[in-house]
């Protein structure tokens, strides 16, 4: 369990909840034991059950606007309430309308998911946290305010002021201590303060004139008069709640625009595969959050098996498998062609997976889709949280229209790398290898920059073929761009020459440098172990290293030139060696030589 999950349900935080929700219900059942002289007296009548009833209506019209804040815009009943009837039947209301609306929530979330988002010891505190915290609110400010005191009923403008004062310090204080189960769970004190208080306490306060006329009306015409306004207020509800839910709708929808323009961006910013799998799912997480992590699975041309890569939290990659097409989700979204989404329901994964093989319990939250480019599947995309639910249908479609842009760019990287690169070897292919070299000297001789260049060869690689044969002579060449691969930094390029011959590029690399490097490459390739029918194939190979501007030339090409200069020196000089070219370089090892 991470940090962040051990603070949200932590013992504090439960803590907390607790002890501020029993305190809400000890003090009602206590001043509704033993009435204090400053309380009206009271008891429960239809008019009562009615003005319930509405709190009811209005609480069933809530809707979320920060985070898991749901509010209803029903505090004027609950204020209104406080003065017309008195503070302790309105704290009862609030008791009974917010843990009853939190029971009904959770049994829904029980019913369509067979289990509690939230361990059961933090549900219970939520329980008598719900009502309990505004039932405490509404008794320490009516007290503080004197609602239920000697001078009742007030004059009008007594009313008045005492009306929106109160609300004003019940909403401030109310939504100040529920700031503190948020702040539990991982919220930031600044958005709590930025975002969260007043978003609340104006979508609440607008109400306020009309809780206010309500009271009017019950003093002057009865209660008939507070029911009518108090329809009012449930039709206003019902407004705020469509307009600003179509805002939220639409500010997301926009949102989402933008990022996904963003995100196709990125994702068209670079044809190479390792930077194009970095930048798709780096966006994707950013764009779907829930400390996610991202997998991305290619199908291989025979269809039967598929590579997956895996990324954490950051976008950076730490593992990667090879499965059979048909195994797990994610099979079993290529096979259908069909997104899928799991929120982390008993026995959920058993349903779509035909095996249990690839069940990891961390992540309750799945959410897959194919990638599909010419009307065929090449692969999927998916992402998993170890929060339950964290998922809706509004992630699957913004996952979905990063998997079409995805696919595209995959496509397009791939067709690229065809052109590019060597199929046997996997170095750059001759032509885009000399178009890089080009690039990188025009780079050292705009800014005084150097780099040198290697070209090495094979040593009697025609009679390995002869001996051996040419699936022999494959399997050296692979071994070969292997070994040249793991030795090449992040800015170095390495290409096929030409048969046996191979070709690097080492920017900012002064020749002293480059023949170290050389000099690993060509120990590490005479170290290679391939068998042939139980005989040892042994192989070499032999270096040409040429600088700039070490060299002195002016040309690209001569610098080329120079380095396959080198190469055949240290062929004539018996082959598994290093040679330079030219300027006052020097050879690292007693392989190394130096050609004139």
Partial sequence: MDSTTSRRFGPLHIAFLSVVGLSGWAAVLAVTLWPLEAMRPWKLTWELAAILALCGAARFLAFRIFRRVRIALDSPFYLASAFAFGVVPAAWMVLTVLTGDFAVRTLRTWRTRGYLPSPRRYALAQAVYAGGLPALGILLVGILYDVDGSLFPHSDWTLAWKLLAFGLTFLLGHYTVAGGSHWFEGTPSRALWREFLPRVVVAEGTLLPIGLAMVYGHVHQGVAQYLLLGGLVLLFNWIFRRGYLAR?????????????????????????????????????????????????????????????????????????????????????????????????????????????????????????????????????????????????????????????????????????????????????????????????????????????????????????????????????????????????????????????????????????????????????????????????????????????????????????????????????????????????????????????
């Fill in 248 to 596: 939220e709708a639409l500010d997301a929808r926009v949102q989402e625009l933008s990022t996904l323009n963003a995100v196709a961006q990125i994702i068209s910013a670079s044809l190479e595969h390792d930077v194009l799998l970095k930048n798709i799912s780096s966006e994707t997480l950013r764009l779907v959050g829930h400390r996610s992590r991202f997998m991305l699975g290619l199908l291989d041309e025979s269809r039967k098996s598929a590579h997956y890569e895996l990324f954490d939290e950051q976008g950076k990659r730490y593992k990667e498998l090879d499965a059979a097409s048909d195994e797990g989700l994610s099979g079993w979204v290529m096979a259908h062609r069909q997104p899928l989404m799991l929120t982390g329901e008993p026995g959920e994964y058993r349903k779509y997976a035909k095996s249990e093989r690839y069940d990891d319990p961390r992540f309750p939250s799945w959410m897959g889709v194919p990638l599909i480019t010419y009307g065929e599947v090449m692969g999927v995309m998916s992402v998993q949280s170890e929060i339950p639910g964290a998922y809706t249908e509004e992630y699957l479609r913004v996952l979905a229209a990063i998997a079409d842009q995805a696919a595209v760019a995959i496509e397009n990287s791939r067709l690229y790398e065809l052109a590019t690169i060597d199929g046997l070897t996997g170095l750059l292919v001759r032509r885009h290898f000399e178009q890089r070299l080009h690039e990188e000297w025009w780079r050292a001789v705009r800014y005084d920059g150097v780099f040198a260049v290697s070209i090495f060869d094979l040593d009697d690689f025609k009679g390995l073929n002869d001996t051996y044969g040419h699936q022999t002579g494959d399997q050296v060449l692979r071994a070969v761009a292997r070994v040249v691969k793991k030795n090449m930094r992040g800015a170095d390029l390495a290409g096929r020459y030409g048969g046996e011959e191979f070709a690097l590029v080492l920017p900012r690399t002064r020749v002293a440098e480059a023949c170290k490097m050389a000099d690993r490459i060509r120990a590490d390739i005479a170290a290679i172990k391939l068998d042939v029918d139980g005989q040892p194939i042994k192989i070499s190979a032999s270096f040409g290293v040429a600088g700039y501007p070490e060299t002195g030339v002016t040309r690209v090409e001569d610098l080329v030139a120079r380095a396959d200069e080198a190469l055949y020196v240290a062929k004539g000089q018996g082959k598994n060696q290093v040679v330079t070219a030219g300027g006052n370089s020097t050879s690292p090892g007693v392989a190394a030589q130096q050609a004139d």
